[in-house]
């Protein structure tokens, strides 16, 4: 027992982190976050990838049951003032263009519909093709890119089977059809006018004949006609885009909606001629850049490398660097060249 007088002293330091401490723990995990946020942003990017190649088997798959239906794969339609027609059916008759044309394949077949029995250039008619034009395909967009919306069409536009008005939106792919390597003036070929013409009457065949693609203006082509072999040739992929006009619709190659015709909205081309060179960069396969617009061009968002599906329904990724002229037999059906599989 203490004496009477004895004192105790007791400490009373206080207990927690100084400073200095606290600094170093923000310090480590600061750290460790930008050590993380490199891989979450990869393996994010790579399920984005995966999904993107899975549309475009998607979309092979049905590009490859029309031309079983049909004997033929989805027409490229007639031109950029035009969109799809549901009572038109699927060949040369056809306005409407690759996408439009595998509607019913990919379970859209209701957005197909639209407008089906009205009169032709009717309002009702109209009314409807703008109602397909403006619905989101969610198989159609490339989750790297944009989402599956529809955007505010910039500028003036003239179609003759869709109602156009002020504030108008429209729905655009991230896909395109394999157009070939032989490029022409699509619109000067089209009807001149806003009425159904005779079917051969207006569409020069000589210039439709030099098309080597899959689908392009007025195509009637199947399985049959890839003398090159289904999985030598390509059928759709992913196409440049100005990175900076993703949503505002005044991309040359991003104007026109997914339902439309002939356009450089739904189809693009391999060209590529060593001793041209400045025809040959419209066609060059790029990353998407700000403030370039190459409307005739494959391409992507993805860093690197663009995705195509094949006519035998295999899709895979092709390097930015492929070689140009592998690159462009690949987009032609019948050129019998040979393919250096090691070269993309």
């Given amino acids: 027992m203490a004496s009477r007088g004895t004192s105790y002293r007791f400490s009373c330091r206080a207990k927690g982190f100084t400073l200095v401490e606290l600094l170093v723990v923000i310090t480590i995990i600061g750290i460790l976050i930008a050590l993380l946020l490199p891989a979450v942003q990869s393996a994010r990017e790579a399920a984005r990838r995966t999904q993107c190649v899975n549309n475009l088997k998607q979309i092979a798959l049905a590009a490859l049951n029309h031309e079983s239906t049909f004997r033929q794969f989805p027409t490229g339609g007639w031109g950029s003032a035009w969109v799809g027609d549901p009572d038109r059916g699927p060949s040369v008759d056809q306005p409407g263009g690759f996408f439009y044309n595998i509607l019913p394949f990919v379970e859209q077949e209701a957005v197909y519909r639209l407008g089906s029995g009205y009169t032709d250039f009717g309002t ?52 395109a059809a394999n157009a070939g390597d032989y490029y022409y003036e699509w619109d000067a070929n089209q009807p001149s006018s806003c009425s159904w013409p005779t079917t051969g009457s207006i569409f020069n065949t000589t210039l439709t004949a030099q098309a080597t693609g899959i689908s392009f203006q007025q195509s009637r082509i199947g399985i049959d006609d890839i003398a090159d072999g289904t999985s030598n040739t390509y059928m759709v992929g992913e196409k440049y885009l100005d990175s ?64 195509v599906a094949f006519c035998d329904g295999s899709a895979r990724a092709i390097s930015y660097s492929i070689d140009r002229l592998v690159h462009r037999y690949l987009g032609n059906r019948r050129d019998r060249q040979p393919i250096d599989s090691s070269k993309f």
């Fill in 124 to 175: 009702d008619q109209k009314n409807y093709a703008q109602q397909a034009a403006q619905t989101p395909i969610a198989a159609f967009s490339c989750p790297s890119r944009r989402r599956p919306q529809a955007v505010v069409v910039s500028g003036s536009k003239s179609l003759c089977n869709l109602t156009v008005s002020s504030g108008m939106r429209w729905f655009h792919s991230d896909y």
């Fill in 244 to 307: 900076n006009r993703y949503t505002t619709g005044d991309d040359p190659g991003d104007d026109d909606p997914y339902t439309s015709g002939a356009a450089l909205d739904t189809h693009r081309w391999t060209f590529y001629d060593p001793n041209d060179a400045t025809n040959s960069a419209y066609y060059q396969p790029s990353q998407d850049r700000n403030n370039i617009q190459l409307p005739r061009a494959f391409g992507s968002a993805h860093a690197s490398g663009f995705h």
